[in-house]
């Protein structure tokens, strides 16, 4: 409002008064009695990605609980790191499936071209970002481990709430009911 | 008997208000803080704490257990005196500053105040104008190019707006025919002075804004041009010194604009207790200079001289002029 009238009474008048001055301070009063859009990450909140996010790799398995995974080894070979270590062998069954399957993460750019080689839609980039830790060895992950690993999200682009640990490593569990806000409702967009 | 009470209750007075000044930039950082953070559309200060309310101890501690350092150019002495010559004149200051009348706690009359000067005003001008001491000083001793040009700035900005901020209050003066500060806000009992006196007011709040320093005229402390100003050689206690008094000027100003244009601890529509009326006035005058500090940007050096002397100076000069017109 005050705007308006500044841009009306512009010249000496708007200039005596000091018009322009007064329509700065009641932007900034306005803005220090709006919500405020820190999140707060590691204490109470935390953001779950978008589908698109590309985070810590997941083997997808099939009903019977086996990964689909039949180790044609072509992410490996399309892996510009490296990273991927794939040993194939025979089951019972007589299927081809990785016994070694081993990704790198401190090598690992994330650059997702796995993902885009996979045949059997087994390997994928996942929502899972908190992966860092002390000792490059254990960033060496083996088939268990990213089988066991969060997929996708279905929605994603959210903050929820969480909780921040410190029992065991420094973990931060989301909690509730998985409701998630969105982070821009706070934000103004002119 | 009655005299040896009478000491009693100034040494009591006396350490009451150096403990609360002491400890006040305590919550006023905190304040200034969060301010700048919902300002900025952030949370400011969370994690130590219920909402951060302990971050200034954390800061304190911080500050306390830093390397003491000085620079082996330095001026050991004048180096070592500058953050006391900052820090003193600001406690000094409040001996004169009423916050009330008097208030009778079990049978005996308390008076406010320490003291209750006849040349109140002038006294506190006198003594806030020796801080400017310890901030050159600072500059000087420490021997280096960003404090020494910080410290020049200070000295022509002290200089320039301690003139306009002298002259808006004669104003005051004249309409309270005294220069006690009990007398002046006597006088504001059926209508506050900033009604009689609006021009008077808003040059002695630019001036007072360019007196302590604060943006948009912190020349001294420029952290963009000048690293920090007349303190960048300084850390740890002596560093914190300065804060202190810093902070401690602002709540002067706040209490100085209270008292001469604001009716001090005289209460509008709503009866609360002079005390509480002070305090609030003084914590909303407070609050403004924060405000202040994180909307506007720095004037340029030469537009900050250009508003000294060519603006505030001649209408203090015009609000007199007006003044002794009506008076008469």
Redesign the interface.
Known sequence: MVAKVARKVSGWIGWAFFLD?LD??S???S????????E?YP?DEKWIPFPRYRGHHFLKSNAEGKTNCVACELCSRICPCRCITVVPHEDEDGERHPQVFEIDLGRCLFCGLCEDACPADAIALGRHYEFCDHDSKTLVVGRDALMAMPGKVERGGEVVAARLSTEVGVTVTATGDGEGVDWWR??RRR | MESFFAIGLIIGKLAVVIAILLVLPIPLTWIERK?A???????GP??VGWHGLLQPLADGIKLLTKEDHIPTEADRFLFTLAPIIALVPPFLVFVAIPIGDSVTIFGTEITLYLADMNVGLLYILAVAGIEVYGVIFAGWASNSKYAVLGSLRTCAQMISYEIPMGFSVIGVVMLAHSMSLLDIVEAQAGLWNVVYQPLGFFVFFVAGLAEAQRIPFDLPEAEGDLCAGYHTEYSGIRFSFFMISEYLIVVFLSALIVLLFFGGWHGILIPLPPVVWFLLKLSFFIWVFM??R???PRYRYDQLMSIGWKVLLPLSLANILISGIFML
């Open positions: 001055l700065g301070l932007l900034t009063l803005y220090m009695f709006s919500k405020t859009i820190t707060r204490d706070h934000i | 301010i953070g919902h300002i900025q559309q952030r949370l969370m994690r405000w202040l994180f909307t506007f």
